[in-house]
Structures are given as structure tokens and as C-alpha cells.
């Protein structure tokens, strides 16, 4: 299926029906006076979360969405039938975003989360209801109450646990191919990953849901390159794993343009927990990778990874660390909330 994080769409909630202007007249009855029923109300657009979906694939094509018009009232004081609701379903961690792109009007994180977007409208009155003593055969009745209308946005942003970001190249679709049933794209050149691919790992008896972000590249929080599209997908993960290419010549100007993008990007996000890891050691002879380690530590100020993805070497315990990173996050969270 392909995947798609953002679409507008048309949403329209349904006209109320009419009401009716009716009069009884039947054999045998005496006293006639007024009948017409109240008019239906229209449908409602509702939109709810479902967790098996990652995808705004559905509309692409299909970007304008119309309920129904309530059912006019009818003589014999018969009320019109209301219309269907509109259900939109979308994958969790949809935002609806307003026409201007920035307003966020809901953001749904719970599967079977559910919300009444735009109410339809409300049927109007038949000429029964304006039947009172001093006037006893009136013809007055409204009409249904129109619709809302509007244009928005759907952004997702992936709920992931951990993230893996990095420059174009750096490993990340391989490392998520082998600690996870994912199937991304691999290649030897850049941005062989224009979309993000999400897997789950299985870490002593738990999991964790792991996402491949496409590379970024400097100037990606400004839009360059494809970085900047996905950037909103790193807000939701709870770790990051900064992977940067070994046989990079200077490893420390790769973690910096990264991060730099991050910050720009959004500041928090310099603040979740974050492991550093060196990738394709297999590649380098020791001296350069002892020296390479040394220089990413001493500006750090901590130990870093080093891992070769490829050649699966030390990805278990990194696994186990994003793990043990991912119950601390929870853990300062709850320290939050009290």
C-alpha cells in the first residue's frame, strides 16, 4: 500500500430537511387543521481513528465528502428521516488541520477515537408546530438549517517509539531490515528511502514500534531535499537514534547538520533521549574507527554506539539499550504528570 502522511479534503455535513405544510382532510372528521411534519436532520461528517491503518492513501483521489440531506416532513404529522453520518476513518496519530495549515482543530491519538466534525443540520419546523388558539390553521414553516462546509487538512504523524534519523546513506533501512520483519528499499546511494517505513521489534519478551526516516540533509527544516516533509514524524517518537556513517570523513560535521536540522526544526526535539551510533565499523580498519569514536565522545561528553548493521554486529544490544531509553522516557513522563 502506498503511503501517504497528508491530504485536503472537502467535508460537508447534510442540509436539515424541510418542513411540511399539511392539512387534514378526511371523511367523517369534523375538524380539520394542520399535519405537516417536522423535516429530518442532516448527516453529520464524523471522523475516528482506527489502528490498522498508516495511511492517507484513501483520499488522494477521493477528496470531497457530502452527507446527506435530512428527509422533508410529511403530512399525517410525519416527521422526515434523518440522514447517515459520514464516517471518515484514519490511521492514529492523525491531526485535521484548518484551510490555513497551522490550526489544529483535532488530533487523534487513541485507536477508536471518535469525533463529531461538523454537525448536519437541523430539520425545520412543519406548519404543526405553529398550530396554537389564536391560530388554529396556520401555513408558516422553515426550512432545514444548512450544513457546514469546509477545506482541511489531514496530517499524520506516525506514532513510533523510536525514530532513526540520520544523513541520506547512514544505514537506517538496514538496520531496521534486520531487527525487524520490515521489507525498506536498500541501495547504495542516497535517499533510497522517500518514505517512512515502520517496524516492530521484539526485545526480551517486549516490542517496540521502530520508524525510518527518510534522510536529511542541511537545510532540510527549511524544505530542502525530502527530509523536511517527514520531520514532523520525529515529534511523536519517544527516542531517537542518531545514526551516522562510519566511513564519513568527519563524522562530528555528520551529527552536527542532523541535529542543527533538528533544532530547527523544533527545539524540543533536542531534548528526548537520544543514542548516538557509529554504523559500518566493518568498513574501517581500528585505528580510524577508535579515532573517529573519540571524536564524537569528546564532544558529546558520552560513549557513543558502534555498530555494523550490515554485518548485524552489536545491533542486539542496541536494541536492548533503545529498550531500556524507552522505559526511562516513560518513567520521566509519569514524573511529569505528578
Known amino acids: 500500500m502506498q503511503f501517504l502522511d497528508q491530504a485536503k479534503i472537502f467535508v460537508k455535513s447534510g442540509d436539515g430537511g424541510d418542513g411540511c405544510v399539511s392539512f387534514r382532510r378526511e371523511k367523517f372528521i369534523e375538524y380539520g387543521g394542520p ?7 442532516g448527516g453529520d461528517i464524523i471522523i475516528e481513528a482506527v489502528d490498522n491503518l498508516n495511511t492517507l492513501i484513501d483520499y488522494r483521489y477521493t477528496q470531497h465528502f457530502k452527507a446527506k440531506k435530512g428527509t422533508n416532513g ?11 453520518p459520514i464516517v471518515l476513518k484514519v490511521p492514529v496519530g492523525t491531526q485535521v488541520i484548518d484551510d490555513d495549515g497551522e490550526t489544529v482543530l483535532l488530533d487523534l491519538l487513541t485507536p477508536g477515537e471518535r469525533h463529531v466534525f461538523l454537525q448536519g443540520g437541523y430539520g425545520g419546523r412543519g406548519n404543526e408546530s405553529f398550530k396554537s388558539s389564536t391560530n388554529q390553521a ?9 450544513g457546514e462546509e469546509m477545506w482541511v487538512w489531514l496530517k499524520l504523524k506516525l506514532l513510533a517509539d523510536v525514530g532513526l534519523v540520520g544523513l541520506p546513506n547512514a544505514g537506517k533501512s538496514t538496520l531496521l531490515s534486520v531487527t525487524t520483519r520490515a521489507k525498506p528499499k536498500i541501495a547504495n546511494y542516497p535517499f533510497s528511502t522517500t518514505k517512512p517505513q515502520l517496524g516492530v521489534v521484539y526485545v526480551g519478551g517486549e516490542e517496540f514500534v521502530m520508524a525510518d526516516l527518510p534522510g536529511l540533509i542541511e537545510g532540510a527544516s527549511e524544505g530542502v531535499g525530502l527530509g ?14 542518531h545514526l551516522i556513517d562510519a566511513t564519513d570523513e568527519d563524522v562530528v560535521a555528520s551529527y552536527n547538520t542532523v541535529n542543527e536540522e533538528l533544532k530547527q526544526y523544533l527545539p524540543e526535539l533536542v531534548n528526548k533521549q537520544l543514542l548516538v551510533v557509529l554504523n559500518k565499523i566493518d568498513a574501517l580498519p581500528p585505528e580510524d574507527l577508535d579515532e573517529k569514536k573519540r571524536c564524537l565522545q569528546d564532544m558529546l561528553g558520552h560513549d557513543i554506539w558502534c555498530i555494523s ?5 552489536n545491533v542486539t544490544p542496541l536494541m536492548q539499550a533503545l529498550h531500556q531509553n524507552l522505559i526511562a522516557a516513560d518513567e520521566e513522563d509519569e514524573d511529569d504528570v505528578r
Open 35 to 41: 399535519n405537516g411534519g417536522n423535516g429530518g436532520r
Open 74 to 84: 410529511m403530512g399525517s404529522s410525519r416527521t422526515g428521516a434523518s440522514a447517515p
Open 138 to 146: 396556520p401555513r408558516q414553516f422553515t426550512k432545514g438549517q444548512k
Open 228 to 241: 523536511h516533509r517527514f520531520l514532523k514524524h520525529t515529534e511523536r517518537c519517544r527516542v531517537l537514534c
Open 309 to 313: 548493521a550490515a554485518a548485524e554486529q
